[in-house]
Structure formats: C-alpha cells, structure tokens
C-alpha cells in the first residue's frame, strides 16, 4: 500500500515572494508522482507528474518538483507566487506496475497567497 | 471535447433517503474511476470501473454504497440510505484505454445530508 502526507495544511505567503509546499510518501513498490490543483468548487487539475528520467519536472505556469527517492519526497516549489496562485494543491501517487489504478492522495495543503 | 461531466454539482438529501451521482467520461476513455472528499481531508479512491465491469471496488463502503458503468450512459454511484456522515464531494475521473496513469477529474457532486 502507499500513503502521502503533506506536512503543512495551510500555507500563507505573499505575493511574489518563494513558496514551497512538502510532500513525503511511503511505499513498497516504484510508484508514479503527481500534484495536483484544485481552485474553490472546481475539480482536479493536474499541475505536473514524474514518471521517470529527469527527477526535476516543471509545470507551464511556473512550478517545479523534485523527485527525491532517497528521502521520498516530491516537493512543489515556485520562486514567485501569484494571487492567482492561491488554492489547494494535492500531492498523490500511483503503482507504476501492476493493474492497480487508483491516486494515493495526500489531504492537501492551502496556499493562500496574499497582496 | 467535453471534458469529465457530473451532475448534480449539488445534491442535497435526508437522512435515509437516496442519492444518485452521474458521471460521464471524456469521449473515448473507457475507464472511471470514483473518488470521495471528505472535509479538510484528500480524496479518497473508491471504485474503479470499465463498461459493463466494476474492476477494483476496494475503497468502497461495504454496505449502501454501489457503482455501476453501463454499456450505454453514466456511471452512477448510488448511496442508499443516507446518513449524515456521507456528506463529502464526490468526484469522478477518467481515462483512456492506453493511460496507466492520467487520470481526468469532473468538478464534483457535493452531497449534505441534512
């Protein structure tokens, strides 16, 4: 079985300035890695994934995640937040093998990015 | 193309009534996947479904909750009976037959049972 944990529920930071939100993970077999948006009464975006090969991945819009597998973390990073930014972020994992579909999720951590 | 569609965005039900979720796919993707949120907390997998098939049901609640995709229309997610801890958003995702991983997420039903 896997499991996420998003250290940090709520993260304010203001405009402009770096964010960074953490996710661990914890699993037996190679997994996939994804984060996810969600803005108020709206589904899931996904933001960005690592499957494999280059353990930094970016986003259109400005973020980047680091895959580290010695320590199991996939952190989300932005070096200059928008207010358009602010919303909840899910990080989640998935088998990378094996029949199994289904998103791990993390319980989400809130940016709110303030003027 | 469309993307994930559910309806209700909104249902609102009494306890021990029943509440009916529909969701359909994006156009070509044959797999559904049935996820629910509840507050201040992730989403939570539930059901994974292809046409005619429940594949990996896993996540779901033993009793009053069923899922079904058929061949022709939505999939529904039935919850008999409510009660009032089955208040959550209930989101929906697809994806298609060649994707081992992306998954596309509808914006939700969110059921309160009064």
């Known amino acids: 079985a896997q499991s996420v944990t998003q250290l940090d529920s709520q993260v304010p930071v203001f405009e402009e300035a770096p964010v960074e939100l953490r996710c661990n993970y914890s699993s037996s077999v190679s997994v996939y890695l994804f984060w996810y948006v969600q803005y108020p009464n709206q589904g899931l975006q996904l933001l960005l994934k690592y499957l494999s090969g280059s353990t930094l991945v970016e986003s259109i819009n400005g973020f980047e995640a680091e895959f580290n597998k010695s320590q199991t973390s996939f952190h989300l990073r932005k070096p200059s937040v928008h207010i358009s930014d602010t919303a909840e972020y899910f990080c989640a994992v998935k088998r990378s093998s094996g029949s199994a579909r289904q998103l791990t999720f993390g319980s989400g951590t809130q940016l709110t990015v303030l003027p | 193309n469309a993307g994930v569609m559910q309806n209700p965005r909104h249902l609102v039900r009494r306890r021990g009534q029943e509440a009916r979720l529909r969701c359909s796919p994006m156009k070509g993707h044959s797999h559904v996947y049935w996820y629910r949120q509840l507050p201040e907390e992730g989403l939570k997998f539930m059901v994974y479904l292809q046409k005619e098939n429940i594949i990996d049901e896993s996540g779901m609640p033993k009793e009053r909750f069923s899922a079904e995709f058929p061949k022709e229309g939505p999939s529904i997610l039935r919850i008999q009976q409510v009660v009032r801890g089955d208040s959550a958003a209930y989101f929906c995702?697809?994806?298609?037959?060649?994707?081992?991983?992306?998954?596309?997420f509808g914006p939700g039903t969110r059921l309160t049972v009064l």
């Open positions: 995702a697809s994806s298609p037959l060649t994707s081992n991983y992306e998954q596309f």
